[in-house]
């Protein structure tokens, strides 16, 4: 038992959170970001490789950092605290994801290097508009034809997928809609013929898109892993995908706590500091109880995301994504109550903290799907 | 950075859970399990086993029977303890007198009293609350007159737990009536059989006598029986409060009766199954699941931090464990009392209570469970800790 970070881990920490407390740090900063085409700056992403963290996940042997789920718990709680705007989880932790994990020796040793030097940007398309939060809801098809596959279908609010040149998509080479047998992932270029792409801004201030497959061929080589047996990795990717959001939904909840906490402080009405009244002093030691709980099971979900048992880590990233959405949900409310009317307009960071917590409530599965998923595992503790 | 216990670790749970198993009896561990009420002997049955293998009182200095575990052992003890429905060691003797003597008393004290509380026996019960003094405890009004080598005390004890099985009162009196509230309060030793003494019952929401009324009525105490100094006595209760309030999660305890109550479930028959097929019921278990599971986590870094802090000072966030605890174990009892459903409306009478089914004593527990967000200091004083000693507001 032991929560402290190695020394490695400390620097990665120091570095990162300096880094985008300089960056950023100002509201007028991230929305000078958001304003750029693709909803961040392109300089910045390079800065990111330079800190090493484009590489952080991968391994040390493809051209990458040799991190593991701790690194990018740090990496995400930071970015996350100051807002920062670039996909790094749609590219790096998602994309990425499904490339470290399914991908050949041969892939791997294409892509990583090009990802890790900012060169290269990838996205996770595998949600569908029918699918909801059922992972093995698939309805695109993928078609073996003479050379490779032809790939027909559409996918939904794939996150960031105008800033990727290379998209990772699930489609099934077998059996009917919803079967977890026969999906398979597959490397298309975002340029391939038959791929139109419709980008729109999300509610949280990021960018994501709307994607239709008429057609589009891709060789053999363009197959993530086996065909038809994708589902455990997309598993893995979105519990690593969650974890990672359990650790930014952290650094969110930390950062509209402190706000608030000081704007009590600070903030005088009836001729004194409101923060001397009971009842919001009250309010803001619930925030915080919140946030605790939270910090601990993304401490939780961080250890559980590596597990190879999908047994035992689905469950428990399950538990973790239902505690941290009902965290966020109280911790972005009472932000906003208390601080009154200022917490009510886009003018003020606090507002956009909150924004980008409710988009993480829904995110890979809201409460209601996480809880069903606890408890159809029978629950975290065994029957006495 | 490592969420899994070491292979030592593993190893000294599996040592302690094996030893709770087999050599408490079983009828006792069935009584905590199903909420029946525990006869003194019980108490003392268990407790005499615990410290005859030296673990009735491990988080003692070691000269006084102590086991110099860290915190991460003291934890996994108490843990393995709750979860097997073993009765706690008697509070009032290995939480809070004990280490207050151990810590402040002088050696004569020691001597003469730890190696019987730590044996149980003597029963030492709690004399801080008054009738006027709840949550605002240093306004507390019982006094203790300085009459040659003796104190004599008058005054009014009250909600005192289980203090018609004692032998002795700790009480927190007051030996300076022209100082500040807290600065004249002082820390005395009170031989329940001393002449002056009165008890009487009060018998609480769940129709149980668990706490009384002490009167103090010209009480004659020796002045060998202060600790420490004479009006220091509010630092060492601060010192005894944040030892209870360490504990008070009882993370353990909601663990054993969350899985209490998902095997009963499962025999609870529920329209063409049984309350385990009820998805409503199910996923609010599985809610509480959850948020117990954070709450062991926050409780492991509290206590991981705990080996780097000094010892005499409470971590604030032990405030956060106390309310959130307090409300898990809460929750808990009201699952149990709706799976318990209309077979929980026969109240158990004492001549018939071995022989009710679970479900009688499922309303008792809830309600005597509503005392633990008042206890140990009040969740809303609680909150008041956190916004002060946390927040700086």
Known sequence: MDFDLTEEQNLLKDSVTRWAGDRYGSLERIEAARRQPLGFDEGTWAQLAELGLLGLPFAEEDGGFGGGPVETMIAVEALGRHLAPEPYLASVVLGGGALRLAGSAAQRAEYVPAIAEGGLRLAFAHGEAQARYDRADVATTARQVEGGYRLDGAKSVVLAADAAQTLVVSARTAGDRRDEAGISLFLVPADAPGLTLKAYPTQDGGRAADLVLDGVTVPAEALLGAAGAALPVIERVLDEGIAALCAEAVGLMDALHALTVDYLKTRKQFGTAIGSFQVLQHRAVDMLMALEQARSMALYATMMAGSDDAAERGPAIAAAKVQINRSARLVGQEAVQLHGGIGMTLEYLGAHLFRRLTTIEYLFGDTAHHLRRVSAAGGLLGAA | ?393
């Open chain 2, 1 to 393: 950075m490592d969420l899994r216990f070491t292979p030592e670790e593993t190893a000294f749970r599996q040592e302690v859970r094996a030893f709770f198993r087999s050599e408490i009896p079983a009828e006792i561990r069935a009584k905590v399990s199903e909420g029946r009420p525990l006869a003194r002997e019980d108490y003392i049955t268990s407790q005499r086993i615990l410290n005859a293998k030296g673990w009735a009182v491990p988080h003692w200095p070691k000269e006084w029977g102590g086991q110099d575990w860290d915190p991460i052992h003291r934890y996994i003890f108490m843990e393995e303890l709750m979860q097997a429905a073993v009765p706690l060691p008697l509070q009032f003797n290995c939480f809070m007198v004990g280490p207050v003597i151990a810590a402040f008393g002088n050696e004569a004290q020691k001597k003469r009293f730890l190696p019987r509380i730590a044996n149980l026996d003597d029963w030492w019960c709690q004399g801080f609350s008054e009738p006027g003094a709840g949550s605002d405890l240093a306004s507390l009004k019982t006094r203790a007159v300085r009459e040659g080598d003796h104190y004599i005390v008058d005054g009014q004890k009250t909600w005192t737990t289980l203090g018609q099985y004692a032998d002795w009162i700790f009480c927190l009196v007051r030996t300076d009536p022209a100082a500040k509230k807290q600065a004249g309060i002082s820390f005395l030793l009170i031989d329940m059989k001393s002449p002056g003494i009165a008890v009487r019952p009060i018998v609480t929401i769940d129709g149980r006598h668990e706490v009384n009324e002490v009167f103090l009525d010209s009480v004659r105490v020796p002045v060998e029986n202060l600790v420490g100094e004479e009006n220091k006595g509010w630092d060492y209760a601060k010192f005894l409060l944040a030892n209870e309030r360490t504990g008070i999660a009882r993370i353990g305890l909601t663990k054993e009766r969350v899985a209490r109550i998902k095997r009963l479930a499962k025999e609870t028959p529920a329209g063409e199954g049984t309350m385990w097929d009820d998805a409503d019921f199910r996923a609010r278990i599985a809610g509480l699941e959850v948020e117990l599971k954070a709450l062991e986590i926050t409780q492991m870094r509290v206590v991981a931090a705990q080996g780097r802090r000094d010892a005499g000072k409470p971590d604030p966030a032990s405030s956060i464990l106390k309310i959130k605890g307090s409300e898990l174990q809460q929750t808990a009892t009201e699952l149990l009392i709706e799976l318990a459903g209309p077979r929980g409306l026969p109240a158990p009478v004492p001549n018939d209570a071995d022989t009710l089914g679970w479900e009688a004593f499922a309303a008792p527990t809830y309600l005597n469970t509503r005392k633990v967000s008042i206890y140990g200091g009040s969740n809303e004083i609680q909150h008041n800790v956190i916004a002060k000693a946390i927040l700086g507001l």
